[in-house]
Nanobody, 125 residues
Framework: QVQLVESGGGLVQAGGSLRLSCAAS????????MGWFRQAPGKAREFVAT????????YYADSVKGRFTIARDNAKNTVYLQMSSLKPEDTAVYYC??????????????????WGQGTQVTVSS
């Protein structure tokens, strides 16, 4: 089992920055892939970024590439999403998710096994 708790959301002006945190607990986290997703009102949940605990490549949605950075602190069992140059269209509830490493897509939300409760990010114009 993996428990995930997000924090760091809030209200920010366009062009500003926020850092989201996802504190993870559970065993053998090195065997998990971690992802960030978001869901705006009236829209489907969408992939934002992903990485693995044990290193390896990171992947980003085209809409956030160059503005967002996903990173992890193994000692703290925490994954971060640093968001810069925020735009009003980034407004959404942001979710942290974990999936056991196995073959399959890491950008599809249905492939993730555990989810946090979400944190609201609102970007004003």
């Amino acid at each position: 089992q993996v428990q995930l708790v997000e924090s760091g959301g809030g209200l920010v002006q366009a062009g500003g920055s926020l850092r989201l945190s996802c504190a993870a607990s559970g065993r053998t986290l090195s065997s998990y892939t971690m992802g960030w997703f978001r869901q705006a009102p009236g829209k489907a949940r969408e992939f934002v970024a992903t990485l693995t605990w044990s290193g390896g490549p990171t992947y980003y949605a085209d809409s956030v590439k160059g503005r967002f950075t996903i990173a992890r602190d193994n000692a703290k069992n925490t994954v971060y999403l640093q968001m810069s140059s925020l735009k009003p269209e980034d407004t959404a509830v942001y979710y942290c998710a974990a999936r056991v490493r196995r073959p399959g897509s890491v950008i599809r939300d249905e492939s993730y096994d555990y989810w946090g409760q979400g944190t609201q990010v609102t970007v004003s114009s």
